[in-house]
């Protein structure tokens, strides 16, 4: 079981995001950021994979150790986009205009989503009727009119 946030747009829409590692962007880095459009993240592992390239330009004494050099700062790079590309992913949903709607422990997003929904509904139904117990006259207490 996983910790997930849900996130609720203004126009209804619903997104599950889970708390902690992510492996999608730890196996697919620079990829799964352009892919969930995390432009930052991008930005830092281009620059990273730039730096890297121009080392191995200068040549020299350098160039040996630079195959070793850059496997072990993208092997850093997709430690550091494990550890923090839910949170990313979550930020960047806050700042498109969502908010937090709830916290709960699913499998899945897509079993949040739907533990969510259930619940949601749930709540909805005993709202309802609550508010048709408060309308009806209760049994037993009729008066005659005159």
């Known amino acids: 079981m996983h910790d997930h946030a849900i996130l609720r747009h203004g126009s209804g829409r619903l997104v599950a995001v889970k708390a902690g590692w992510s492996w999608p962007a730890f196996r697919y880095g620079p990829f799964w950021a352009l892919w969930q459009r995390q432009w930052r993240a991008v930005g830092y592992c281009a620059a990273v994979?730039?730096?890297?390239?121009?080392?191995?330009?200068?040549?020299?004494?350098?160039?040996?150790?630079?195959?070793?050099?850059?496997?072990?700062?993208?092997?850093?790079?997709?430690?550091?986009?494990?550890?923090?590309?839910?949170?990313?992913?979550?930020?960047?949903?806050?700042?498109?205009?969502?908010?937090?709607?709830?916290?709960?422990?699913?499998?899945?997003e897509e079993e949040a989503l739907s533990a969510y929904r259930q619940a949601h509904q749930a709540k909805k139904q005993k709202r309802a009727n609550r508010r048709r117990a408060r309308a009806e006259p209760a049994e037993g207490s009729t008066h005659a009119s005159p």
């Open 49 to 108: 994979m730039l730096g890297c390239a121009l080392l191995e330009l200068c040549g020299g004494w350098l160039a040996d150790r630079v195959n070793l050099w850059f496997s072990t700062v993208a092997f850093v790079m997709a430690i550091a986009l494990g550890l923090t590309g839910n949170r990313m992913q979550h930020a960047s949903y806050m700042r498109r205009g969502y908010r937090q709607v709830a916290r709960l422990f699913a499998e899945s």
